[in-house]
């Protein structure tokens, strides 16, 4: 094992991703951000300096980060924000896991104005390494022109009447054309200049090659649609679990879910379009400026740099965009595992509600919702022995390691991609309405494992995880704008080790100092 040490810099600076500059928060000046990228057995180390105005910290998506539950990243729960100025290390050994994960700031919604990143790891253990020659990343994500602060606060004023902010375009790693003329309601950013053809993401291939695309949705609200024309795309991971092959011509991917695909480079010496084409059927209003259909090129060795493309679209055929994941039973971890047996089980309900008075827009988990508290983190309260009864935490406390059922009902129009950190889960089923236990037939032979599930609209999700990750983690919306109206709930796992955490000095030192 190696020791991988990166320094990042997170500031503020005006960028043109689509041809429209705009101010956005990067590190080291890149969009997406720097790849962090390690064996397994490694231990990732990360010196974060934030130049920016507001505080931040960085989440490592999909990390179990068993024993280091305070290196989480998560504002208001295992840490307090890194003041602006100030620096913070983060410092964390990966055990027993690898595949396709990604970064984020985990403060405000500051992810959503450009700190994000892949995170990929690498195991000698992986089945299908002799299957494939190259590595691709690709990273889709819908994008919005307005700083995303102001965003938020139009998104929780009565103004909204609960609808979320609606993308200006989408982009694939970081790029994307915008017609500059087409948006006449657009809230550009006075004094920002916008070009027309602005360039697409660029992906070469040689013919005969096989490569092994990591597709990772880095958006805050819409799933899209992925294919590549001509070309199938055969599944081998989802959130970092390997799975057993299956081809498929296009893919459902949600907010921060990630897949792996094969893509054989087996046709015609050609220039080919990669599709990310958002639902906007789930989106309650439309933008009708929006264009959906997010490009990018597949430019095969020695085929000519034009503009010419014999490529055809997939998703031309009949194709429902029902946002939700692929069926349950295309899907089974390659390690097949059967479901645990639940000790315990908990109903958790979640819907939106207008507060009439104030006519703000709120979301709640069993009646609570949630806001990061900021001058103590509750992973600090937590380890002091502090049950916390503050009306805007729910936590719910998990004293021994054992199996927990969860079963998620979703009370809203929108489907949600919830995201479980330290933990991957085992989804049993899912569907519309309420769930009836005993009436579904749950998934229980070999269940898919992942991170990031999507609860059905008006629907249910059933998991189960085993509790031996001692920490606060959270279960949350990924949409962006669902976490700041209070989407997330906190488990507390295994309390008496809490307590004998070494959590370091600098990390509590922060709190307070805003
Ligand atoms: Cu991608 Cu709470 O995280």
């Not at 508290?373 to 009306?391: H, K, N, P, W, Y």
């Amino acid at each position: 094992p190696t020791t991988r040490y990166y320094e990042w810099n997170i500031s503020q600076q005006t960028i043109a991703p689509d041809g429209l500059e705009r101010p956005m928060l990067l590190v080291n000046g890149m969009f997406p951000g720097p790849l962090v990228e390690a064996n397994t057995g490694d231990q990732i180390v990360v010196k974060v300096t934030n130049s920016m105005v507001n505080g931040t910290t960085i989440h490592w998506h999909g990390m179990y980060q068993n024993g280091t539950n305070w290196m989480d990243g998560t504002m208001g729960v295992t840490q307090c924000a890194i003041p602006p100025g100030q620096s913070f290390t983060y410092n964390y050994t990966v055990a027993n896991q690898w595949g396709t994960y990604w970064w984020h700031a985990h403060a405000a919604s500051q992810y959503i104005d450009g700190i994000v990143g892949p995170l990929i790891i690498h195991s000698p253990d992986e089945p299908y390494l002799d299957q494939y020659d190259e590595d691709i990343i690709m990273m889709v994500s819908d994008y919005y022109h307005t700083d995303s602060g102001a965003l938020v606060a139009w998104y929780l004023s009565a103004d909204s009447q609960g609808t979320e902010p609606v993308p200006d375009n989408g982009l694939i790693n970081g790029l994307n054309t915008f017609n500059c003329s087409g948006d006449a309601n657009a809230l550009f950013p006075t004094g920002f200049k916008c070009s027309d053809g602005a360039p697409l993401a660029s992906f070469d291939f040689k013919a005969g090659l096989t490569y092994r695309v990591r597709i990772i949705n880095s958006g805050s609200f819409a799933d899209f649609q992925f294919s590549i024309d001509d070309h199938m795309l055969t599944v081998i991971e989802a959130d970092g679990i390997d799975m057993q092959p299956v081809a498929v011509q296009r893919l459902p991917i949600h907010v921060a879910q990630r897949y792996s695909v094969l893509v054989h480079a087996n046709q015609t010496v050609g220039n080919y379009y990669v599709r990310a084409t958002m639902n906007t059927n789930c989106f309650n209003t439309p933008n009708p400026a929006l264009n959906p259909n997010v490009q990018g090129v597949i430019h095969y060795e020695g085929a000519p740099v034009t503009q010419d493309f014999n490529s055809t679209d997939w998703t031309t055929s009949s194709w429902s965009a029902i946002c939700i994941d692929l069926a349950l039973d295309m899907l089974h971890p390659y390690a097949a595992q059967a479901a645990p047996t639940p000790d315990v089980s908990y109903e958790i309900n979640f819907a939106f509600e207008t507060i009439n008075q104030a006519g703000i827009n709120l979301a709640y988990v069993n009646n609570t919702s949630w806001s990061p508290l900021m001058t103590d983190a509750t992973l600090f309260q937590a380890q002091r022995g502090v049950t916390l009864f503050d009306a805007s935490q729910l936590i719910v406390t998990l004293n021994s390691t054992n199996v927990v059922e969860l079963i998620l009902n979703n009370y809203d129009e929108g489907s949600h991609p919830f995201h479980f950190h330290g933990h991957t889960f085992s989804v049993l089923g899912w569907g519309g309405g309420s769930y009836i236990p005993g009436k579904t037939v749950l998934e229980l032979d070999n269940p898919l494992r992942r991170d990031t599930i999507t609860i059905p609209s008006f629907g249910w999700t059933v998991v189960r995880f085993v509790n031996d990750n001692p920490g606060l983690w959270t279960l949350h919306c990924h949409i962006d704008w669902h976490m700041e109206a209070g989407l997330l709930m906190q488990f507390e796992s295994l309390p008496e080790q809490i307590k004998k955490f070494q959590i370091p000095s600098e990390l509590t030192a922060m709190c307070g100092a805003k």
